[in-house]
């Protein structure tokens, strides 16, 4: 290769003259192999300070330019760009397909030359650079963009040794091209630890994205309690703990039994630590545990009572206004469960609806210890028409089935904007008989009962 070089010459507009350019290849002293691209300057006597010419520099820079808003079209334009244009006919008067061609080649031709440098010489190597071991593939992509751009026809000068053809490859304007890939946001999350159950960036409040599949934890054996609801305390009060889990079997006319145990093994093997006799029966699945005491609606009435865990005896009871009982707005899945409560990260809430909403889902903050109405929301979510719901972060969400192995949590109200929208979260009936689902806060996990199933399930905020 000693010796080999090869030369390539054309036209490059400067401003308003036309000056002859040359690409050349030869080896060094040194045996590197050194591509230049040159200008002939005959008014200068040498490249003066700053980088060159200023009409060529200014022509770079003006090149530039074309590229950027050249590659904002082609993002814009979602895939067409110069090349579209030309295949179907038309030219930009602004961006004809030659000068296209022209401003790739220049970037690529930069791209494997490397930087410029100064020549003691009258002609200036904008673009000279020496490199050891110049990847031939690059460099022939850019001798075939210059033929292609019309700078110089592909020739090969004499010399002492014949330097070898630079391979025609097709020119690929990477600058102008732009790859959108769309990927559901769901398998993002899925795919990633961040907001996954226990790690501590998923600590806080967000918007509900996933549930996963359901964990069972364990399993009523008699016919009372085919539908029921079990709970752990999210802020629990000494001597209970985040451990004691509790079981109310809902299948009868009088409902007055609540299953105290002191972990989840002992809820697993049906052996209670202790059972309460609540001093007025409860109606339906739609109690919780929440900071010592047990809220539900008793009986045949639109009522909501705190049940204390530790006096056990009743403290507190007030009638929500207007609420249906009894029947009247339960969910879809029946089971009088016209009343739900339900604990988020903010407090305690009650889920209701009134002959004023006309059957939709009513949602109010109550005080835990006098359960006065805090504040009311009146939502355009029917009642009937979902088969369960929950609060998290103080959005309330529902589920579209009890029975539909594949349902979905299909409805979120925004207290915060109080604004609706329209979910398709997946969520799986695994027995087909969703009876209760609540959110425990602490542990990040929603608690369902699904036919004499008492499981988990994990979500991601």
């Not at 359901?214 to 009523?220: H, K, L, N, Y």
């Not at 972990?263 to 919780?288: F, M, W």
């Not at 604004?419 to 689902?437: D, G, H, K």
């Amino acid at each position: 290769m000693a010796g080999a070089w090869l030369l390539l010459w054309g036209t490059l507009a400067l401003g308003s003259r036309a000056e002859t350019a040359f690409l050349r290849r030869a080896d060094d002293s040194t045996g590197r192999c050194t591509y230049s691209f040159t200008v002939a300057s005959p008014v200068e006597a040498g490249c003066p300070d700053g980088g060159g010419v200023p009409e060529l520099r200014a022509e770079l820079a003006a090149l530039s330019a074309r590229l950027s808003r050249l590659e904002n079209r082609e993002r814009g334009a979602g895939g067409s760009g110069p090349r579209g244009a030309e295949a179907a006919g038309v030219r930009d008067p602004q961006h004809p397909a030659p000068a296209a061609r022209l401003e790739a080649a220049y970037g690529e031709l930069r791209r494997a030359s490397g930087t410029g440098h100064r020549a003691p010489d009258p002609r200036c190597w904008y673009f000279g650079g020496q490199r050891s071991g110049v990847e031939p593939p690059r460099m022939a992509r850019a001798g075939a963009a210059v033929r292609e751009a019309g700078l110089a026809p592909a020739h090969t000068a004499p010399g002492p040794a014949a330097a070898p053809r630079w391979d025609p490859q097709p020119l690929a304007y990477q600058e102008l091209q732009s790859e959108r890939t769309e990927v559901p946001a769901s398998r993002l999350l899925e795919e990633t630890a961040l907001g996954r159950p226990g790690n501590e960036d998923s600590a806080g409040c967000g918007e509900l994205v996933w549930v996963g599949e359901p964990v069972v934890f364990g399993r009523a054996d008699s016919i009372a309690g085919k539908y029921g609801v079990w709970m752990k305390d999210p802020e629990p009060v000494p001597p209970f703990t985040r451990e004691t889990t509790w079981r109310v079997d809902t299948v009868g006319t009088e409902v007055r039994q609540l299953f105290q145990y002191e972990a989840p093994e002992q809820l697993a093997r049906g052996y209670p630590a202790k059972v309460h006799i609540l001093p007025r029966p409860l109606e339906s699945t739609g109690a919780v545990i929440y900071r010592g005491g047990l809220f539900f609606q008793p009986r045949r009435s639109r009522a909501v009572a705190r049940y204390d865990l530790r006096g056990e005896t009743v403290t507190a009871e007030r009638e929500i206004p207007g609420a249906g009982f009894h029947g009247q707005y339960p969910y879809s899945w029946g089971g009088y469960t016209d009343i739900d409560l339900a604990v988020d990260e903010t407090g305690l809430w009650v889920i209701y609806s009134t002959e004023k909403a006309r059957g939709a889902i009513v949602l109010s903050k109550l005080d835990p210890e006098t359960l006065e109405i805090q504040r009311t929301w009146e939502t355009n979510i029917r009642k009937r028409g979902v088969a369960n719901s929950f609060v998290i972060c103080g959005t309330l969400y529902t589920v579209s089935s009890y029975s539909a192995p594949n349902a979905t949590i299909n409805f979120a109200y925004d207290t915060a904007t109080s604004t609706s929208r329209a979910l398709s979260i997946p969520f799986e009936n695994r027995f087909r008989y969703l009876s209760m689902v609540d959110y425990n806060p602490a542990e990040r996990q929603l608690f369902a009962w699904d036919s004499f199933n008492m499981v988990t399930y994990p979500v991601r905020l």
